[in-house]
Structures are given as structure tokens and as C-alpha cells.
């Protein structure tokens, strides 16, 4: 009974360390939103919303990344904020969109994570 009690109050602690270490978490730009590993992540963005629901695939690809913030997420698990443009394959029209993409550089592909995909609004 007391070493299952030592062991969770462990685990408490453990969450608690967590959980404060990505609120003081800022976001930081990105120097070079144009390399290769952030463009990556751009595609892996604009992929994964593209085929979401598989019974209305949007025909999306990628043309650059516009700007980009990382943050730390704990464990070596980065969170990239991007802007990207994207162009829309059947009309030829492009958009910006501002996705979240959580992961960690140099894992697999089932590692990473697509949070969230809205269209980019401009501060006027």
C-alpha cells in the first residue's frame, strides 16, 4: 500500500513538472522558414488535412512556407506554428493557412501530429 502511494504521488509530480514546463513555453521564429526540414512539415501539413475526410479529399498543395514559430513541448517534442501558402490543384487559386504541427525532428512519421489547420487571417 505505501509503495503504490510513493508511486503515485510520483507520477503526480512527474505531470505536474510536465504540465508547468510547456506554460512558460514561447514561441520562438523560425530563422529560415524555407529549409528543407519546415517545408517538410509544411507538406506534412497540407498532406494530412488534405485526405482528413476521406470522402471529401481537397485537392491542396503546398507552395511555400511563409513564417514559422517553434515551441518546446517536452520529452524533445517541438510544436511548429506555420504559415503557409497553399494553392488549391483543381482552381488553381492559392490561400494562406496557419497550422500546428507537433513532433519530434528526426522520428518516424507516426510521431507527428496535425493539431489544427484554419484559414490565415492578416492583422489589417
Known amino acids: 500500500m505505501r509503495s503504490s502511494l510513493l508511486l503515485v504521488a510520483a507520477a503526480l509530480v ?3 513538472a510536465f504540465s508547468a514546463a510547456g506554460a512558460d ?13 519546415i517545408r517538410q512539415i509544411g507538406n506534412f501539413a497540407v498532406i ?5 475526410d476521406p470522402r471529401k479529399q481537397r ?3 503546398l ?5 514559422g514559430e517553434t515551441q518546446p513541448a517536452g520529452t524533445g517534442i517541438t510544436d511548429y506554428r506555420l504559415v503557409l501558402n497553399v494553392r488549391n490543384t ?4 492559392t490561400r494562406l493557412y496557419q497550422c500546428v504541427v507537433r513532433g519530434k525532428p528526426g522520428s518516424r512519421a ?8 484554419v484559414e490565415y487571417k492578416q492583422a489589417i
Not at 513555453?25 to 526540414?37: D, G
Not at 483543381?90 to 487559386?93: K, P, R, V, Y
Not at 507516426?110 to 489547420?117: A, D, G, M, P
Request: without cysteine; charged residues 10%.
Open 59 to 61: 485537392p491542396l498543395a
Open 25 to 37: 513555453a514561447v514561441w520562438t521564429p523560425i530563422a529560415n522558414p524555407r529549409s528543407l526540414v
Open 14 to 16: 512527474a505531470v505536474a
Open 90 to 93: 483543381a482552381t488553381g487559386s
Open 48 to 52: 494530412v488535412y488534405s485526405n482528413a
Open 63 to 67: 507552395v511555400n512556407v511563409v513564417r
Open 110 to 117: 507516426t510521431v507527428w501530429e496535425l493539431r489544427s489547420f
